[in-house]
């Protein structure tokens, strides 16, 4: 019934730039906090920025400054401008939406999501 789905991930030179999006789609009422995580080999998930949906932001220490998490609410999208990247930020990027939905019946639910995640590998 939902989906998000992630697209922009590649491969990028040290200091250079990309922007990841994630589309909510189906049966999406209204989309409360949207994240991005990221998860590089043999480490943990970790969370790297959030919107809610008043549009205030948080950003992980480690990309404040050079990372910009913004949304679309017409779209429910949301995007995450990356620049000055590094090849430490390289990892899977997941995007999660905690969202309100219709279900079969037409009841409006809760639930969290995910995207299925997008490689972002940054070259030395």
């Known amino acids: 019934q939902v989906r998000l789905v992630e697209s922009g991930g590649g491969l990028v030179q040290a200091g250079g730039s990309l922007r990841l999006s994630c589309a909510a789609s189906?049966?999406?009422?209204?989309?409360?906090?949207m994240n991005w995580y990221r998860q590089a080999p043999g480490k943990q998930r970790e969370l790297v920025a959030t919107?809610?949906?008043?549009?205030?932001?948080s950003y992980s220490g480690s990309v404040k400054g050079r990372f910009t998490i913004a949304r679309d609410n017409a779209k429910n999208t949301v995007y995450l401008q990356m620049n000055s990247l590094k090849p430490e930020d390289t990892a899977v990027y997941y995007c999660?939406?905690?969202?309100?939905?219709?279900?079969?019946?037409?009841?409006?639910?809760?639930?969290?999501?995910w995207g299925q995640g997008t490689q972002v590998t940054v070259s030395s």
């Open positions: 999660n939406a905690d969202l309100i939905y219709y279900d079969g019946s037409g009841h409006r639910r809760q639930g969290d999501y």
């Open positions: 189906g049966t999406v009422a209204s989309v409360n906090a």
């Open positions: 919107i809610r949906s008043g549009s205030s932001t």
